[in-house]
C-alpha cells in the first residue's frame, strides 16, 4: 500500500518502477469533503475520466475544509471509509488519504504540490470540482500557481454560461486555462443527503449501497450523530 492512495500499483502508477516511462498518464483528482459520498460526485468523476481520457481518478477528501470551518464535519475516518466503500467497485477510482493525514487546514495547492512532488512527470494531474467551487479554490491562499500544477477541469450543469465576471475573477488568480465539463445534472447534494437522514428519509440510490449502509450501521446524520 503506498503512502499516497490505497491501490496505487493496481492502477500500475506507482513510482517505484511500474510507472511506463514511454507513456503519459492522466490521473484525475476529485478533491471534497464527501460529508458523505454520493452519485453526483461519482458519476462527475467517472464523466470527467471518461471525456479527458482519465487513466484513473483519485478521491481525496479533506482534512479540515477551509471553507467549512464554520460547520461541523464528520469525523475524517467516517468519511474517508465512505469513500472507500464507494470506490472498491471500480478499478479506476481510488481513494487517498493524503489531506487527512497531513492534519491541519486543508488547501488544494498543497495536496497537488505533494502529488506533483510523488508522482513523475509523465503522470499528469487534472484537478476536478464544480464550476462554483472552482472560484473558491482559485481564490484561496497561495493558489497562484494551481494551474501550473494540474490541468483544471471545471463540472458544469448544462446551460451554463459563463459570466465575464467567472472570467475576471480566474485570470485575477492566474487561472487562464481552465476546461469545462458539462455534465449530467443530478440534484443531489451532502447537505440534502444529511438533511434527510436526520429527518428518517431514505437516501437509497443517491448513494451508493454500501455507504448507504455504513451511515445506517454507524448512526451517522441522525439529530446528534456527526461521528466521534
Ligand atoms: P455539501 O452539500 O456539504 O456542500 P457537496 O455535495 O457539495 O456537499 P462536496 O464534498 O462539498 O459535496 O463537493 C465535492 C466536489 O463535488 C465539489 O467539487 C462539488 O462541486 C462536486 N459536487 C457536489 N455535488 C455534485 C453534484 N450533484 N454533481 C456534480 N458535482 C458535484
Ligand atoms: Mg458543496
Given at each position: 500500500m503506498s503512502v499516497i492512495s490505497d491501490n496505487f500499483d493496481d492502477l500500475g502508477l506507482a513510482p517505484d518502477g511500474t510507472v511506463d516511462a514511454s507513456r503519459t498518464y492522466r490521473l484525475g483528482i476529485m478533491g471534497g469533503t464527501f460529508d458523505p459520498i454520493h452519485i453526483g460526485h461519482l458519476a462527475c468523476a467517472e464523466q470527467a475520466?471518461?471525456?479527458?481520457g482519465l487513466d484513473a481518478v483519485l478521491f481525496i477528501p479533506a482534512g479540515q475544509p477551509v471553507f467549512k470551518k464554520n460547520q461541523k464535519v464528520t469525523c475524517a475516518a467516517d468519511r474517508l471509509e465512505m469513500c472507500r466503500l464507494a470506490c472498491a467497485d471500480n478499478p479506476a477510482f481510488d481513494?487517498?488519504?493524503i489531506?487527512?493525514?497531513?492534519?491541519?487546514d486543508t488547501y488544494t495547492i498543497d495536496t497537488l504540490h505533494q502529488l506533483?512532488?510523488?508522482?513523475?512527470?509523465?503522470?499528469?494531474?487534472?484537478?476536478?470540482?464544480?464550476?462554483?467551487a472552482m472560484l473558491s479554490i482559485v481564490s484561496w491562499r497561495n493558489s497562484q500557481g494551481l494551474s501550473k500544477l494540474a490541468h483544471l477541469i471545471a463540472a458544469t450543469r448544462p446551460g451554463f454560461v459563463m459570466s465575464d465576471?467567472?472570467?475576471r475573477t480566474l485570470?485575477?488568480?492566474g487561472c487562464f486555462d481552465v476546461s469545462y465539463l458539462e455534465m449530467t445534472a443530478l440534484s443531489v447534494s451532502s447537505s440534502m443527503l444529511r438533511e434527510w437522514v436526520g429527518q428518517g428519509k431514505s437516501i437509497r440510490y443517491l448513494c451508493p449501497q454500501g455507504v448507504w449502509q455504513y451511515i445506517q450501521d454507524r448512526?451517522?446524520?441522525?439529530?446528534s450523530g456527526l461521528g466521534e
Amino acid at each position: 500500500m503506498s503512502v499516497i492512495s490505497d491501490n496505487f500499483d493496481d492502477l500500475g502508477l506507482a513510482p517505484d518502477g511500474t510507472v511506463d516511462a514511454s507513456r503519459t498518464y492522466r490521473l484525475g483528482i476529485m478533491g471534497g469533503t464527501f460529508d458523505p459520498i454520493h452519485i453526483g460526485h461519482l458519476a462527475c468523476a467517472e464523466q470527467a475520466r471518461d471525456a479527458f481520457g482519465l487513466d484513473a481518478v483519485l478521491f481525496i477528501p479533506a482534512g479540515q475544509p477551509v471553507f467549512k470551518k464554520n460547520q461541523k464535519v464528520t469525523c475524517a475516518a467516517d468519511r474517508l471509509e465512505m469513500c472507500r466503500l464507494a470506490c472498491a467497485d471500480n478499478p479506476a477510482f481510488d481513494v487517498s488519504p493524503i489531506e487527512i493525514e497531513r492534519g491541519g487546514d486543508t488547501y488544494t495547492i498543497d495536496t497537488l504540490h505533494q502529488l506533483r512532488d510523488y508522482y513523475p512527470e509523465n503522470v499528469e494531474l487534472y484537478f476536478i470540482t464544480g464550476a462554483d467551487a472552482m472560484l473558491s479554490i482559485v481564490s484561496w491562499r497561495n493558489s497562484q500557481g494551481l494551474s501550473k500544477l494540474a490541468h483544471l477541469i471545471a463540472a458544469t450543469r448544462p446551460g451554463f454560461v459563463m459570466s465575464d465576471e467567472y472570467r475576471r475573477t480566474l485570470a485575477e488568480h492566474g487561472c487562464f486555462d481552465v476546461s469545462y465539463l458539462e455534465m449530467t445534472a443530478l440534484s443531489v447534494s451532502s447537505s440534502m443527503l444529511r438533511e434527510w437522514v436526520g429527518q428518517g428519509k431514505s437516501i437509497r440510490y443517491l448513494c451508493p449501497q454500501g455507504v448507504w449502509q455504513y451511515i445506517q450501521d454507524r448512526g451517522l446524520y441522525r439529530a446528534s450523530g456527526l461521528g466521534e
